[in-house]
C-alpha cells in the first residue's frame, strides 16, 4: 500500500510541476490546470488544492502522498472511562519497581473493567496504550534511573586521545573463577583484579592480582607496575614475549570509589603530576574502555578450570568449586600470558593491533619513566601522620627506630607523614620536608613479620577482653598464638589457608624458610614474649 501512495504521488508531481513553472511566469493556467485534472482523475478544485500544496513544499513529492482512508493514527475508539482504567492500572501497578509481568496487569483491566460494567480491552489494545507512554519514563519506574540512563542517555563524541600515555583508565573487578592454595590446592576464594588501559593504544599498562578486596594498596601496586619494564614467566620453551609499555600517565580516569578519593592516592598523583580525572556519578559508559577490557579478560577466564562464569544461569551445573585447580600465582602467569595474546590481537575499534598502535604513535619514546620505581611505589602507600620523638616512631602500637631519625630530633620535625605496606608491618617509611623516604624498621629486631590485619585483629581481641592500649609485647604474642592455630587449622578452614597465602605473597628480598620453624616459633630467649597463656594478663602485669 505504501508503494502505490508513493506511485500516486510522483505521477501528481509529474503532471502538476508545469504549472508551477507557468505561475512563475505569469502565464494563465486554467485550461492547463483542467487538462491535468482529467488526467490525474481528479476534479478541478482537487488539482488546485494539489497544486498549493506542491508550490507550498518546494516542488516536493512527499507532499502530494495519498491521506489514509479509515481512523487516524493515535486515534482511539474505547470509551473514555475505559482509556482511564487502562491508563490508572499502568501507572499505579506496572510502572513500579516490583515490575509485575505484562500478562498480569491485562487481567486486572479486564477485571477492573467487568466490574464496572466496561467492555474490557484486548491485550493489543493495552499494549498499543502501554507503547504511546514515555519509554524512558517506563524504563526509569521499573528499573530505576540508572538502567534509564544506560538505554536513552545521549553519548556524544568519544575520547580522543593522540599519544600513548596521554589518558590511563583504572578499575578493579572480582575475578570470575575460583583458586586454590598453594600447600594442598584446596579451594580458596575468587581474586580482585586491578587493570590499567592506556586509551591511545589499548594497551594493558599494569594489572595486580590478589584475595584482598581493593584498597589504595591495589591503585598503587597496580601503577607501580604500570611504570616498571615489564618481566614475564614463561615456559623454556618459548620465546621471551614483548610487553614494552611503561610510564607515568599524564592523567587518569578513574570511578567515585572510596579508595580512588583516598588522601593518600591523590596526594601522590599530585607528586608525581598525574591529573585525576573522575566519572560522573551513575555514568558507567565515561569508563567504557577499562569496562571492556575487564568484559574481554573475564571471557578468557571462562575456559579456565574453577570459572564461575558471568552468573549462576551461566554456569549451570558446572562445579566451580570441585574443578578449582589453579594457584594464585599460576593465575598471574596464565594472565600475563593472555594480556600478551590480547596484545597481539587486532582491536576493532584500532584496526590493528594494540602493540602496533604503541609503536606507531611512540609508546617507547612518550611520557615521563621512572628512574625511582621505589620511591614511586612509596608515595602510593598508605599513611599516618606521627609524633616523631627521642624514641623514634610508634605506629599501631608497635615502635620503629632508623639512625637517620638522630638528626631529625629536636629540628622542629613534630608529627611527620609515616608510609607502610599494610602486608608487611616490619618497616615503614617516614616522608621528610624534602620529599626523601627514610625507612625504620622494628626497634626490637627479633620480632616476626606480620600484617596490618593481624595487628588489629590482636588489638581488638585485647581492647575487648582487657581494654585500653594494647602493650607491644602483647600485642606479638597473641599473633603468635594467633598463628600456631591457624597453622594447625591450615587445612581444615577456609579463612586460615587464606591467612597462608596472603603471608606467602609479602614481598620478601630474604629466602623462603620453612613457616613451621621461623614464622610460628616463639623465641624463649626474648625476656619480652611472655610464655604464660594470653588470658592470663594479670601474670603479664606482675611481670612487667
Not at 48 to 53: A, K, P, T
Not at 181 to 192: E, G, I, S, T, V
Not at 465 to 483: C, D, K, N, S, V
Amino acid at each position: 500500500m505504501e508503494d502505490d501512495a508513493q506511485g500516486v504521488a510522483i505521477k501528481r508531481a509529474e503532471v502538476l510541476r508545469p504549472l508551477l513553472l507557468l505561475q512563475t511566469e505569469g502565464k494563465e493556467i486554467g485550461l492547463p490546470l483542467e487538462s491535468a485534472a482529467a488526467q490525474l482523475g481528479v476534479s478541478r478544485s482537487t488539482a488546485w488544492r494539489l497544486l498549493g500544496l506542491l508550490r507550498e513544499n518546494d516542488g516536493r513529492v512527499s507532499a502530494l502522498l495519498p491521506k489514509r482512508s479509515g481512523p487516524k493514527r493515535g486515534m482511539s475508539c474505547l470509551d473514555q472511562q475505559v482509556e482511564d482504567v487502562i491508563d490508572q492500572v499502568l501507572r499505579k501497578r506496572y510502572l513500579v519497581l516490583e515490575r509485575p509481568s505484562f500478562r498480569r496487569i491485562v487481567g486486572e483491566i479486564r477485571v477492573e473493567c467487568h466490574a464496572k460494567g466496561f467492555q474490557p480491552p484486548s491485550r493489543q489494545t493495552v499494549k498499543a496504550r502501554l507503547d504511546a507512554m514515555d519509554q524512558r519514563e517506563v524504563l526509569r519506574k521499573r528499573k530505576g534511573a540508572k538502567a534509564a540512563r544506560q538505554v536513552f542517555e545521549a553519548r556524544a563524541g568519544g575520547l580522543d586521545v593522540e599519544r600513548p600515555l596521554g589518558i590511563v583508565q583504572i578499575d578493579h573487578t572480582l575475578a570470575d573463577i575460583i583458586l586454590v592454595d598453594q600447600a594442598d590446592r584446596k579451594p580458596l576464594a575468587r581474586p580482585w583484579l586491578t587493570l590499567a588501559v592506556d586509551i591511545a593504544t589499548r594497551v594493558v599498562l599494569g594489572v595486580y592480582v590478589s584475595f584482598d578486596a581493593p584498597t589504595v594498596l591495589s591503585i598503587g601496586l597496580c601503577l607501580d607496575h604500570c611504570v616498571r619494564p615489564k618481566s614475564i614467566r614463561t615456559p623454556e620453551s618459548m620465546e621471551a614475549l614483548y610487553w614494552p609499555a611503561s610510564g607515568i600517565p599524564q592523567a587518569i580516569h578513574v570511578d567515585n570509589g572510596r579508595d580512588f578519593r583516598s588522601d593518600a592516592f591523590q596526594s601522590a598523583c599530585a607528586e608525581w603530576g598525574i591529573v585525576i580525572e573522575y566519572r560522573p556519578p551513575g555514568r558507567v559508559h565515561y569508563g567504557g574502555h577499562i569496562e571492556r577490557l575487564i568484559g574481554t579478560t573475564m571471557g578468557a577466564v571462562h575456559v579456565l578450570p574453577g570459572t564461575t562464569q558471568s552468573s549462576p544461569k551461566d554456569k549451570g551445573e558446572y562445579d566451580s568449586t570441585g574443578k578449582a585447580a589453579l594457584t594464585l600465582e599460576e593465575f598471574e602467569d596464565w594472565l600475563h600470558l593472555e594480556i600478551c595474546r590480547y596484545h597481539n590481537t587486532r582491536h576493532s575499534g584500532l584496526g590493528r593491533v594494540p602493540l602496533a598502535a604503541w609503536a606507531d604513535l611512540g609508546g617507547d619514546v612518550a611520557g615521563r619513566q621512572v628512574v625511582d620505581t621505589d620511591a614511586f611505589r612509596i608515595s602510593f602507600l598508605p599513611s599516618e601522620r606521627r609524633q616523631l620523638a627521642r624514641t623514634g616512631i610508634n605506629l599501631f602500637s608497635i615502635g620503629y627506630w632508623s639512625d637517620a631519625f638522630g638528626p631529625m630530633i629536636g629540628r622542629g620535625a613534630g608529627k611527620v607523614l609515616v608510609k607502610y605496606d599494610p602486608r608487611d608491618m616490619s618497616q615503614i617509611w617516614v616522608i621528610t620536608d624534602d620529599g626523601r623516604a627514610v625507612a625504620a624498621r622494628y626497634k626490637d629486631l627479633s620480632r616476626p613479620r606480620i600484617s596490618l590485619w593481624e595487628s588489629r585483629r590482636a588489638r581488638a581481641i585485647f581492647h575487648e577482653r582487657h581494654g585500653g592500649t594494647i602493650p607491644e609485647a602483647m600485642l606479638f604474642r597473641i599473633i603468635e598464638e594467633q598463628r600456631r592455630i591457624a597453622y594447625a587449622a591450615r587445612q581444615q578452614t577456609l579463612t586460615a589457608r587464606l591467612e597462608g597465602e596472603r603471608q606467602a605473597r609479602l614481598p620478601s628480598d630474604k629466602p623462603k624458610r620453612d613457616p613451621s620453624r621461623e614464622m610460628f616459633a616463639i623465641d624463649t630467649n626474648n625476656p619480652d614474649l611472655p610464655t604464660y597463656p594470653i588470658d592470663d594478663f594479670d601474670g603479664y602485669k606482675r611481670k612487667n
